[in-house]
């Protein structure tokens, strides 16, 4: 592994650690009851992070529902019936191998281990192992250097061939050590761990009362498939929308709010006949390409994989995934999936139930095939957030250099529209004319009143924040400068950094054209 | 118990059937898991229900948070680490008395049962247990003369006493029989049942992975409160407002959705000094008033409950609830309660981290009170649907009586704002002008268009759903009855059934100005 390659790794991680630093900051995520040691994998987001949140779930529900004939909404319960789980499978195989360090206790997923054979001077030293990661090949060398070192061996290290613990074979398993030891043989052989969450539902904590929190949203849309359909009058091809959380009992939650414990998904089932699914795959990728670049995320920062066929479940009629260049690597935002009618299907042979469709002209019964958008919440809300992180370096009003760190949301994303304040906060006509304003402007979008500190210190906060308007009231608005520039006010927009003098009474709709 | 008093019982019974019926066959909601015979204690929102559910949270987070300088939202994991749950008291405490029928197996809440002694004829013979209801004394009545029956006992029965089985001796409560048995002493000695879903994080069902799905949404609030603090430069006193799931493993859910296992809540904690913490208890009292009568529940269905002190925490410094008068019972919707500073004080003491508010004008440090508005998100979506539901008799086009049923929503509770139809379906241009009205209303609210049936039919059916407006694109709007009526459509509206005649130009600012 190269320098450069390493040393951008680095870069990588810096910035990932000020991003979460800010997000701590300035409340927009906090590690879940963080004065109790936290909960691994589970996060609370703050003020920001709960308005930025909200945005995104009401921005997706408004374009997939409400502005969509042909799309309905529900909001099923995170507890059922647990012949569901069994029906759609979850019992049977949603599961990681799961291998221990029988010297630490450590546990690991098995499919993250990856081991080389340390290879000196023409003659193998055994082995050593170490967790998935963009350096695990420097770390491996690093381990086979210290067999080296304290064996007194002499000779070159041959080159490193990384395997996954997974492909070794029974003999090779017996030798290598765990990630966290230097004894041969110190990981237990790989087995599947579940990673539903189980829990007892009713007085006795007894096999027939068990269920789990749902590990997706996906499968309450199939099993109330009959009720909507009989309650809505809707006709194929249409769509079932849910947003709502779910959970997985994750064996290494990483990457800050990437992978956790706790989720929330924004999922779409959309019902069609057989033929249509495979156009109905391309078409509902290009719209849900579209909604990323209509919250700020361009096109080009987004990634398409085309999964083959041999990684795809196999009734699967084609997936793609829409991967998203976050500072930690390129990783799956959303999954836009063809899965025929296998859960349907399922769901009909589970419960006895008939599951069909029936198309009211032709007469015609048929269990219709689905194409499925599956978009992560807390996934996407990171992906905004890193991709409006920025820092510049600009010359302040005192002619000094500092640097700005701004976040330059999207509005439509941007918890909080306009930045309101009063010039002094000891002037009450300022004031006062400051909290008209942001009644007025208060029903329609989010505002942030502030009047302390000087106006450029308010300004550097609002930047942080990602506020893209900022609005203040000084003594041209009220009229101490002649009638001219009476009940105007100054706009500074986030990016340019750019001032407009705006009339008070053009100010809503000059930023309700720019914040929607 | 009287016979009035018997068929208004039997009344309500038919208005909740009706009411539960209409939310099924409509889409409102759903039995969770309904395929495979249900999850008792928990229910899906269907597209109805979803959407009207929305709309009650967003208006709530609309008033409560965005209008308001002095609260600022968060949204807490449901998972939290399970020390949180050591400290609030609900590992300890959160629970309900619980009895077994040894007969039958069945489990009764201790406190839900009741008995009274059988005295027929001046003598006694044994008792009778019944389970809470508004029936219960003539049950237990029933039960008496079926063991006159049985005996063969002469003589009068003696007038009823219903006892709480809690008040029962021991001596008594060991000849006590179960509601579901005649024997005597079938039913357990009580014990304590915690009401918490217990579940395991990581991969070992130990004790130290044990933690619990939230009962309540308002301890991630405390224990963020100070990280909220540092994040957001609020100044007491102020609120931290949070919309989440919340799950009790109750041991008798009942009354549709009012009683669930799976609810979500909508609780502010608004953190102030002592000396304003009675105040806050009657503003927020009449702030949370005026709410439910902006969601059109009206004051006099409301019913306000001075909790008596010794029904209170042993911490609470007031609490009042606010109940409504469902067709099952007047029942809580929300509890608005001085909670004195006892969380922050338990967090503070179970944690080790200061909970310390520091003021920066006095430099006074202590550890805020709190009052907290409660409310249920199910319970009030209920209370809507209950308020809205209206059947009356009217005569249609055809000069027959026909049973109107209409959910009266108020309009910005409406899931559907507006109807929109095309008075026929195989005209182009009526179809293609309803089209170009829907593109006008949609960005701007919920609208439903309607091709299907007599438009009398289609104007039912909205009523059915509680839309209030219905827009009608008839032969005057595309001109064929000249240029006057032109580009004018029919409004109707759902309470009054009264039509008018408005251009589409001004539809929109119409509609806006009575749906919002």
Redesign the interface.
Known sequence: MSKAKSSSDNARNVLMDKIVSLC????FV?Q????????????????????L??NLK?YW?TRMV??R?DV??????????R??WE?SGHVGTFSDP?VDCKETKA?FRADQIFYASAVIGGESHGYVSVTESPTMAEEAEQKIRKIQKKGGIKGEIAALEMEPLMEATPEEHALIPSPNSTEPGTLTEPRE?NLM????????ENDSNV?Y?RPETAQ?IF??F???CD???IKIPFG?A?IG?A?R?E?NPRNFTFRS??FEQMEIEYFCRPEEGLPLLKEWLETRLKFYEEIGIPREKLHILDVPEKERAHYSGGTYDIEYEFPFGIQELEGVAYRTNYDLTK?QE??G?T?EYIDQATNEKFIPHVVEPSAGVDRTVLAVICEAFDEETITNEKGKEEVRTVLRFSPRMAPIKCGIFPLLKNKPELVAKAREVQEVL??HM?VF?DE?GAVGRRYRRQDEIGTPFCVTIDFDTIGENGPEAEDTVTVRERDAMTQERIKIADLLTYLLERVR
């Open positions: 701590k900051r300035r409340g906090f879940s009851s963080e004065i109790y040691g936290g909960l691994n994998g589970c996060r609370d987001y703050g003020p920001l992070g709960a308005e949140k909200k009401d529900w409400r502005d004939d309905v909404g529900m909001d099923g319960a995170i507890l059922q019936n012949r569901v029906a799961l546990r761990f969450f189980k829990t007892y539902v009713g007085p006795v269920t929190l309450a099993v109330q009959k009720n909507v309650s809505s009058r079932i849910q959380k959970f009992n064996i414990r706790e769901h589970h419960s139930k599951l208060r029903p989010n009143y302390g």
